[in-house]
Every structure is written in structure tokens, then in C-alpha cells.
């Protein structure tokens, strides 16, 4: 290392340590809001609010102690998290490929979109009553709603990023005896890594949004079929521990469609481009 990279390096090593100690204090921060909040609802349940309605963070803790301990707990969790996941896969794949269908023939693209745009205009939560008298109470009706959110907006962000492709690139491409694979690879593929990556981040939760609502309407076993029985029944440590559950598994979900995320970009060489493009934000 020569002289005149030293101070660079140890530029760079402070402003990593800086980072570090910010990250840490931070997360710090956070916790401290966390459990302060804990301390005012304990104290404030009873003498100010309804414990009835927002019961008491300790009577959290049991109820979800019994959730976690009891068979038929795990098994509400186990029927939501397959209806989330084989929604929101399925919804995922039929977007991305009427997407590309679509965006790869403009005039079908221009023929089919009012009419896919009208269809996402309706309230998904008002098909619920369609589905289930299709496929009944059982999981499909669940999968089937949990497809619709994921689907749209995959369908978009595909289709968009379809229609929004550099036509120089592709000329380039082309003009250099490139074939369809070669636009693929080279030009397709990472102009729509972006935007596929921020539909899955975006559909993750509508998935789990259309679960949770089908299984309040008609449902015989899965989270959200808990929480309608809890808040019936006016239970608010279960109804809060099945929010938590649900909440675990969101936080679950969206971390791991980040690192994928992360993942994906890396190996193909987009990281470098989005981070210039974060630094000036």
C-alpha cells in the first residue's frame, strides 16, 4: 500500500466504524421504544384502558405460551403459512408469465390490458364469496384469493418493464447477429430483475392480506379463523397473540424475499448500479 492510499484506507475503516456504531445504537433506540410501549400498556391496561379490549402484554405472552404449546396452535399456523405460501408462488408465476406473454406481443398487450385493469378495479376481498363457492371452505378457496394481489402486481411491473426496455440496446443486440436468448440474458433479464423483485416484496403481504381475509369469512382452521374466534369471543390476549404470529411471519417472509433480493442482483452484476442510485437519493 503506498502512502497516498493510507489516508483512503483509513477513511474508509472510519466511516465503517461509524456505521457500525450508528447500526448499533440504532437498534439500541428501538428496543428501548419497544419496551417502553410494553411498560405503558401493562400499566395503562385496567386503570385507563379497557383490558377487555387490549388485555395485558404478561396475558399476551400466556396466550401465545398456549399457542405455541398446544397441537392444534401449530397446526393453524402450519394451514395459514402453506395457503401464504402456494398463493403467493402461484400468483407469482401466473403475473410474470402473462407479463411476458403480453409485453412480448404489443397489440394483445393493448387488446387484453383495460380489460386485466377493469378486473384489478374490483375489491379482492369481495371475490372471497365467488371462491368459496367454486372450491368451498377448505384451503384452495384461501390459495385462489391469495393469488389475486401477487398476480396483479407482478403482471405490471413485468409488463411495464417489457414495454420500457432500452430499444438501442435491443438494436445493439441484434445489429451484433444477437439471437432471443442473447436479448434475454443480456437486456430482458436485468431490466426486469428490479422491478420482478419489488413485486415480490410488494405481493408477499397481499398474499398473507387475502389468507387472512378469506379465512375470516369461512374458514374451519388457520390464523385468521383464531383471530375471528378470539375477537367473537372477546379474548384479547389470544386475538393478540394470533397478530403476533401472523406478524412473525410476514417479518419472515419479507426477510427472506430481501436476501433473495440481494442475492439475485449480486449475481447478476446490478448491485454496483443500485447503489449510486441510493446514494443520490
Request: proline content about 4%; charged content about 15%; aromatic content about 8%.
Given at each position: 500500500m503506498t502512502a497516498t492510499d493510507r489516508p483512503a484506507a483509513a477513511v474508509?475503516?472510519?466511516?465503517?466504524?461509524?456505521?457500525?456504531?450508528?447500526?448499533?445504537?440504532?437498534?439500541?433506540?428501538?428496543?428501548?421504544?419497544?419496551?417502553?410501549?410494553?411498560?405503558?400498556?401493562?400499566?395503562?391496561?385496567?386503570?385507563?384502558?379497557?383490558?377487555?379490549?387490549?388485555?395485558?402484554?404478561?396475558?399476551?405472552?400466556?396466550?401465545?405460551?398456549?399457542?405455541?404449546?398446544?397441537?392444534?396452535?401449530?397446526?393453524?399456523?402450519?394451514?395459514?403459512a402453506i395457503e401464504i405460501a402456494a398463493g403467493f408462488g402461484l400468483g407469482v408465476a401466473f403475473g410474470a408469465v402473462v407479463g411476458l406473454v403480453l409485453g412480448s406481443f404489443p397489440l394483445l398487450g393493448r387488446v387484453l390490458e383495460p380489460l386485466i385493469a377493469a378486473f384489478n378495479g374490483i375489491p379482492k376481498i369481495a371475490l372471497a364469496p365467488l371462491f368459496l363457492l367454486f372450491f368451498g371452505i377448505g384451503a384452495w378457496s384461501k390459495i385462489t384469493i391469495a393469488m389475486i394481489g401477487p398476480a396483479f402486481v407482478m403482471f405490471y411491473n413485468v409488463?411495464?418493464?417489457?414495454?420500457?426496455?432500452?430499444?438501442?440496446?435491443?438494436?445493439?443486440?441484434?445489429?451484433?447477429?444477437?439471437?432471443?436468448?442473447?436479448?434475454?440474458?443480456?437486456?430482458?433479464?436485468?431490466?426486469?430483475?428490479?422491478?420482478?423483485?419489488?413485486?415480490?416484496?410488494?405481493?408477499?403481504?397481499?398474499?398473507?392480506?387475502?389468507?387472512?381475509?378469506?379465512?375470516?369469512?369461512?374458514?374451519?382452521?388457520?390464523?385468521?379463523?383464531?383471530?375471528?374466534?378470539?375477537?367473537?369471543?372477546?379474548?384479547?390476549?389470544?386475538?393478540?397473540?394470533?397478530?403476533?404470529?401472523?406478524?412473525?411471519m410476514t417479518l419472515t417472509l419479507n426477510g427472506t424475499l430481501t436476501w433473495l433480493d440481494k442475492l439475485a442482483l449480486r449475481r447478476l452484476g446490478l448491485t454496483a448500479r443500485r447503489r449510486p442510485a441510493a446514494e443520490g437519493a
Open positions: 474508509a475503516d472510519k466511516q465503517k466504524g461509524d456505521w457500525k456504531q450508528s447500526q448499533v445504537v440504532l437498534v439500541l433506540l428501538r428496543i428501548g421504544v419497544i419496551a417502553l410501549a410494553l411498560f405503558l400498556w401493562q400499566v395503562l391496561s385496567g386503570p385507563v384502558l379497557p383490558e377487555y379490549a387490549v388485555s395485558k402484554p404478561t396475558e399476551v405472552a400466556g396466550a401465545l405460551g398456549e399457542m405455541l404449546g398446544s397441537a392444534s396452535g401449530w397446526n393453524d399456523i402450519r394451514v395459514t409488463y411495464l418493464g417489457l414495454r420500457l426496455r432500452e430499444r438501442e440496446l435491443v438494436e445493439i443486440v441484434q445489429v451484433m447477429g444477437g439471437r432471443r436468448h442473447h436479448l434475454l440474458i443480456y437486456v430482458t433479464i436485468p431490466t426486469l430483475a428490479a422491478p420482478f423483485f419489488a413485486a415480490l416484496k410488494t405481493g408477499g403481504p397481499l398474499a398473507i392480506l387475502g389468507v387472512i381475509g378469506a379465512e375470516f369469512i369461512a374458514s374451519t382452521e388457520g390464523i385468521g379463523h383464531g383471530l375471528f374466534t378470539s375477537a367473537m369471543n372477546l379474548d384479547a390476549a389470544n386475538t393478540f397473540a394470533g397478530l403476533i404470529a401472523l406478524i412473525t
